[in-house]
């Protein structure tokens, strides 16, 4: 049993690594990065990490990566959404360096690109969770309140990334880019899943101690 256990971590840590690794070599590989300047490229790159680490976030606050325990899970799930916002400020960063009209555009909403809105809107989506996980505390925010406040903006950044993502035609190589956004989405929704169940199997241990 031991023996599979390990195995088995191993294998998630394996794919894990491949399903963030090889959109991110596949993108290195690219022709499209000869005529891109080295800020752009970059941007680009950390939108790709970025990417990555949405796909990480579900994982770790769903206890699917072994050996974390719940309480480290969720200790690096805030380290990591930290990271997050960082990569997508340099993604955001980057991209207004190079072009400061385009990202005026996305930024209000104007752009005529199609993947702008989604891209913007995720972005403001992680803003926000990091600001408020950071004032959490001083906010005195109870964890029903802040799972209210977190899904929903939880959902909107998955779901604002991945069409961000599939949306543009980039460096990213088609394949990988569309392997990484299902994990995302698969991830997120087993993980919404789950959590649920769990709460709701708490809270009937609750009401069935409080009868006897």
Request: charge should be positive.
């Amino acid at each position: 049993m031991t023996g599979w256990r390990s195995a088995r971590a191993i294998l998630i840590w394996v794919a894990l690594a491949l399903a963030i690794g090889v959109p991110i070599a596949a993108a290195a590989t690219s022709e499209q990065l000869a005529w891109r300047g080295p800020v752009y490229i970059l941007a680009g790159f950390a939108g790709i990490i970025a990417l990555g680490l949405v796909l990480v976030q579900p994982l770790l606050i769903g206890g699917y990566l072994p050996p974390l325990s719940a309480y480290r899970g969720r200790r690096a799930h805030h380290w990591i959404g930290g990271a997050l916002a960082f990569a997508v400020l340099i993604h955001v960063a980057g991209l207004w360096i190079t072009s400061p009209p385009d990202m005026i555009d996305a930024l209000t909403f104007s752009s005529p690109t199609p993947f702008s809105p989604f891209g913007v809107t995720a972005m403001w989506a992680i803003f926000i969770v990091a600001l408020l996980a950071s004032l959490r505390r001083r906010l005195e925010l109870r964890p029903r309140t802040w799972r209210i406040i977190h899904i929903p903006l939880a959902f909107v950044i998955v779901a604002g990334s991945v069409v961000h993502c599939l949306l543009i035609e980039g460096t990213m190589e088609t394949i990988s880019k569309a392997v990484l956004c299902a994990a995302v989405l698969a991830a997120t929704i087993k993980a919404m899943i789950d959590l649920q169940v769990w709460r709701k199997r708490r809270e009937l241990r609750g009401e069935s101690a409080a009868r006897q």
